[in-house]
């Protein structure tokens, strides 16, 4: 009698008995919001990855470019401070060097034909020596390809015929030519290409000295400088300049010829400055290009970092687009699950 009085008028007991009495019906309805709860969970975490997924790369990439941007930024440093110094080197020399190669052409072009000035001789032109100056690194725009431009547009127009006869050559100065000009099976003098790993007057003059005497000895009737003149850190003129045999100046309508005096006298005194003067001529044809190299590669590194600016803006609005758009589907998704749980 206890124990059923007990079990009926007990209220715990009483609530004991009617679950259990419903175990059944609350065994299922648990294990179908468990079903859909899970199918909705699934589906959120699917769309959370793929999401997460992308906004991992935006980053990934947004990063990468920053990192660039720091790299561009550092190079158009030093590329500035390096032109600093090239400018100063070839605004100094510029005036001297015009100036000598000047009083020379006035020298060969008024002097009498009888006057021994073999490095003037101008002669049938069968070989050519040509000497492109370009830079050692890359990263500075066209300079370089313009430079091989130039010279592949002088050979076909100039000295097409030399060519095919296999008598143009090619004395590179810098390792872009030399290693463009290799590759394409040029005929190569490769002796002089690393003077701007030590840019002294000495190692640029032994080139100029063997210009010289190739073209006394006759192995080169022509020989023509390919370079860039430096004008500013956003313009360079590329130009071809000849070298041997020393130019002649034409003499204009009503034009005086210039007189030299000479002492001790003319012949001797030539032949001891010619050398000396066209020595000056490719030296300050290298240190143009030194400068228009590092224009070149400031005026570039420059631009770069103002696209690397322009791409972060562009990689920014795509990242917040696609957290926007996270956010959204997930919410969504939440709000879905929650319908389907309360239907």
């Known amino acids: 009698m206890f124990e059923n009085y007990t079990l009926v008028h007990h209220p715990g007991l009483r609530y004991i008995i ?182 002294t007057f000495d190692n640029v003059r032994n080139a100029a000295v063997y210009a010289q005497q190739a073209f006394l000895n006759k192995e080169y009737d022509r020989v023509e400088i390919v370079y860039s003149q430096f004008k500013n850190a956003a313009t360079q003129i590329f130009t071809v300049e000849p070298y041997l045999p020393i130019p002649k100046v034409e003499q204009q309508k009503g034009g005086k010829n210039i007189d030299f005096v000479f002492e001790p006298a003319m012949e001797p005194l030539l032949l001891e400055l010619m050398p000396k003067i066209l020595n000056t001529q490719v030296y300050k044809a290298v240190l143009d290009a030194n400068a228009s190299e590092h224009g070149a590669r400031m005026t570039a590194m420059d631009k770069a970092s103002d696209n690397a600016n322009e791409l972060l803006k562009s990689l920014k609005i795509s990242y917040n687009r696609a957290r926007q758009a996270a956010i959204t589907t997930e919410l969504t998704e939440i709000v879905s699950g929650a319908a389907a749980l309360q239907g």
């Open 18 to 199: 009617g679950i259990w009495n419903l175990w059944p019906a609350i065994l299922f309805f648990t294990y179908t919001e468990i079903w859909y709860f899970c199918r909705s969970f699934s589906l959120i975490i699917i769309l959370s990855n793929n999401m997460s997924g992308q906004l991992k790369e935006v980053r990934s990439r947004i990063k990468s470019v920053q990192s660039t941007q720091q790299i561009t930024k550092a190079m158009k440093m030093v590329s500035a401070a390096k032109l600093r110094r090239a400018q100063d080197a070839i605004i100094q020399m510029r005036p001297y060097a015009r100036k000598l190669q000047e009083m020379l052409s006035n020298i060969v072009s008024g002097s009498s034909s009888e006057a021994s000035m073999p490095l003037a001789d101008e002669r049938l032109v069968e070989r050519v020596l040509l000497i492109p100056i370009t830079s050692d690194r890359g990263l500075c725009g066209g300079y370089n390809t313009n430079i091989i431009k130039l010279t592949r547009e002088t050979i076909r127009t100039k000295y097409a015929g030399q060519h095919a006869k296999g008598n143009v050559t090619i004395l590179p100065i810098g390792k872009k030519s030399y290693e463009y000009f290799q590759r394409n099976n040029y005929k190569l003098v490769d002796t002089f290409w690393t003077i701007f790993a030590d840019l």
